[in-house]
Every structure is written in structure tokens, then in C-alpha cells.
């Protein structure tokens, strides 16, 4: 086999791998395109999968206030930077689950 026909059979072994691979990228982006985008909507206030601006806005709140807070005041007592750090993260934990109840409570 000369330089000339190998080369011909690897531009066609190219081209044949290419195609291959393009041809699964494009289902691959297609079938997640279906998961992603096929969901049914749900308007806020309706089901298990209300998610409003109003919940968001809640739970973003709830978890900056209390983990400022917690931060601030392990700083105030003393702590040291790595323990008022553990201690904010919790408080942001807390601070996400008091957002959520509050728009439980109020705006649901």
C-alpha cells in the first residue's frame, strides 16, 4: 500500500469518524433538550412546584440575614475565623429553612 492510497483511506476514516461523532453530539443535545425544555409549567401557587419570586426572594433573605447575623456575632464572642465561617454556613442552612416557612405562613 502506497503513501497515496493511505492517505485517501485515512481522509476517509476521518470523515466517516466525524460524522459518527457529530451525529451523536446532535442526539445527545437533542435528547437533553427534550428533558430539559419538556417539562410542564406550573403557574406559582399551583401543586408541589410552586416556585415563585416571592419563595426565592424569601428564602434568599432568610438565609443573608441569619447568616450575617450568626457570623457577625460568633465574631463578636470571639471565635476564631474558621469557626464563625462553619457557624454562618449553618446559619445560612437555618436561615433558608426560615425563609421557606415564612412564605409558607404568609404568602402561600
Not at 446532535?26 to 419563595?55: E, V
Request: with cysteine.
Amino acid at each position: 500500500m502506497n503513501t497515496a492510497e493511505r492517505g485517501s483511506l485515512g481522509e476517509a476514516g476521518f470523515a466517516l469518524a466525524r460524522q459518527f461523532c457529530l451525529s451523536a453530539l446532535r442526539d445527545l443535545c437533542r435528547s437533553w433538550s427534550a428533558k430539559r425544555f419538556s417539562r410542564p409549567y406550573h403557574a406559582p401557587g399551583q401543586g408541589d412546584f410552586s416556585t415563585s419570586i416571592m419563595n426565592k426572594l424569601c428564602i434568599f433573605v432568610g438565609m443573608f440575614v441569619v447568616s450575617t447575623a450568626v457570623g457577625l456575632g460568633a465574631d463578636a464572642l470571639g471565635c476564631s475565623f474558621f469557626t464563625s465561617f462553619l457557624l454562618s454556613g449553618v446559619g445560612a442552612m437555618v436561615g433558608v429553612w426560615l425563609g421557606w416557612v415564612v412564605h409558607r405562613r404568609y404568602f402561600f
